[in-house]
């Protein structure tokens, strides 16, 4: 084997991270190619096949292919591509640890490791989704609907961030806390239709509009719709700042949370 | 080097805390390898586990100045539904640079002899399969200390005899650290023994006396007449 006589490289932490974090992505990639009968088709038509029920729904209930006008299509793109990306990255937290326990014996792999490659992952179909998505509605509308690509990508990257934080928040105290997994599983749901996924909170009534419009989750969605149209209205105070804001305030959170209980939950 | 001090661990059973090690502190030169003896249940895993920090200890320091390998031959790390070939990438990613995976992988696949099993689903394999995928894995890569925990007794006799000439090449370059139940393959790899009992170690010199010591207490607490049942 050439190379088998230079000693193995002592590295830093930041290299050693970005090892593990590509390799786990990698293997997530194979390991849901394989797992899945379809392969990356069937990984994409899952929040298609729920973009499309929720169209039909819409549909059946007020027959107009606008709501707040942006295409119905591409409005629940936005709510449902980004929601689930959340979801899933978020709900990672909660069985990393059981899921991966032999990876833990690679003294490189920490529990971080996993939900960052989660997140590389998801963030990588979910995008892709959007693009199929994104791309068909505007091959049959004739017309490139998009506003602004840096607020899109900003809209996926904090998202991204919120689901990170909520992981590491997650699998931390889920450590403590094994009763937290039904209580988890309950609040998803309910940020589901907190969020704004189903609706424009600009058409809900302004007391309850008031209140959602703290849910950053919710300013995240409205933030990708607005970037797909300019004529789409937003609530006043959904802003990039707050979102942004709180993405950092809750993931240094997170952060000081896991690094002051990564020992913890390595202890066998 | 290995320094370890004031290494304490314990674990939570039946409600209440078991200490398995107690206090340890000792020191591992560079060009030592270790046999670790003791009965079943002395921590000798538990040892191993700690000093590839795979566990943490509940007090004490570990510094090493090298690199230490998993433990040898472990298969829970691989993912059944991917073929060998593909755990075995996984694997070169991590612990190989990037320009040497595929020599990694080809050493793997020549060490294990899968044939077209290598790119076959992993759940696919028997065991002894499995065993020549794990250990070749674990030999892929050039470590300064190879946990060895019972990794003798696995395979038929030609896997055997293969991973025994490949420990004896590896062992030019590198050192074990050994738990065996094997008590001769542990004279031919260690030049040093820990004998753990009742959460302490002892350090000997020499492996066979240590070895020896070990199998007089352990005939010593057989009874005389508590051996095998007479057949009729």
């Known amino acids: 084997m050439e190379g088998s006589d230079s000693r193995l490289r002592r590295l830093s932490g930041f290299e050693i991270q970005w090892r593990v974090v590509n390799a786990l992505v990698y293997r997530e990639l194979r390991r849901r190619v394989s797992d899945v009968q379809g392969g990356f088709l069937a ?3 899952e929040p298609i096949g729920q973009i499309a029920v929720w169209t039909v729904l819409r549909m059946i209930a007020s027959p107009a292919t606008m709501v707040n006008n942006l295409n119905i299509i591409l409005f629940l793109a936005c709510g449902v591509i980004l929601f689930n990306l959340y979801s899933r990255v978020a709900s990672h937290g909660l069985t990393t640890m059981e899921a991966n326990k032999a990876l833990f014996f690679y003294r490189r792999v920490k529990p971080i490791d996993t939900i960052l490659a989660k997140a590389i992952e998801e963030l990588g179909l979910y995008a892709s989704a959007a693009i199929v998505v994104f791309g068909l509605v505007w091959a049959y509308l004739y017309s490139l609907v998009l506003r602004d690509l840096p607020l899109l990508v900003m809209a996926f990257v904090l998202m991204t961030l919120l689901a990170i934080a909520s992981s590491l928040l997650s699998l931390v105290g889920s450590h403590y806390f094994p009763n937290l997994k039904q209580v988890l599983s309950w609040l998803n749901r309910a940020l589901y239709f907190a969020s704004g996924v189903i609706y424009a909170p ?26 797909l149209s300019v004529d789409y209205q937003i609530p006043s105070q959904v802003t990039l700042g707050y979102p942004a804001g709180f993405a950092l305030v809750y993931l240094s959170l997170a952060l000081w949370c896991y690094t002051n209980n990564e020992k913890v939950l390595i202890r066998r | 080097m290995i320094r370890v001090s004031s290494l304490t661990k314990s674990y939570l059973y039946k409600g209440k805390r078991k200490r398995v090690l107690d206090n340890l502190t ?13 009965a079943n249940g002395a921590g000798k895993s538990t040892l191993l586990q700690l000093l590839g ?3 943490i200890p509940d007090r004490g320091t570990i510094d090493c100045t090298g690199t230490i390998s998993w433990p040898v031959g472990i298969e829970g790390g691989f993912q059944g539904s991917l073929t060998g070939r593909e755990n075995v990438t996984f694997v070169s990613m991590i612990y190989g640079e990037k320009r040497e995976i595929d020599d990694r992988i080809k050493f793997v696949e020549d060490f294990a002899e899968l044939g077209i099993y290598f790119d076959r689903p992993f759940k696919t394999y028997s065991s002894g399969m499995k065993s020549r995928l794990s250990f070749g894995l674990s030999m892929a890569f050039p470590f300064d200390y190879y ?10 006799q030609k896997f055997r ?9 590896r062992k030019k370059t590198s050192n074990f650290l050994m738990v ?4 001769w393959g542990l004279q031919i790899h260690c030049n040093r023994a820990f004998l753990l009992e009742s959460g302490g170690i002892t350090e000997y010199a020499n492996v066979k006396e240590a070895i020896d ?8 607490e057989l009874a005389p007449e508590s051996g095998v049942p007479h057949a009729a």
Do not use: Y
């Open chain 1, 43 to 45: 990984v994409l038509m």
């Open chain 2, 180 to 183: 065996d139940h094997n008590l």
């Open chain 2, 53 to 55: 920090g795979i566990d």
């Open chain 2, 213 to 220: 010591i070990h199998t007089k207490t352990l005939l010593a």
């Open chain 1, 202 to 227: 600009i058409q809900i009534p302004q007391f309850a509009r008031d209140f959602l419009v703290w849910n950053p989750l919710l300013q995240c969605i409205e933030l990708a719709r607005r970037a």
């Open chain 2, 26 to 38: 000792f020191e591992i030169a560079g060009d030592e390898s270790i046999a670790v003896i003791g």
């Open chain 2, 161 to 169: 005899e293969k991973s025994k000439r490949l420990l004896l090449d």
């Open chain 2, 147 to 156: 946990l060895i925990d019972e990794i003798t007794a696995a395979g038929d």
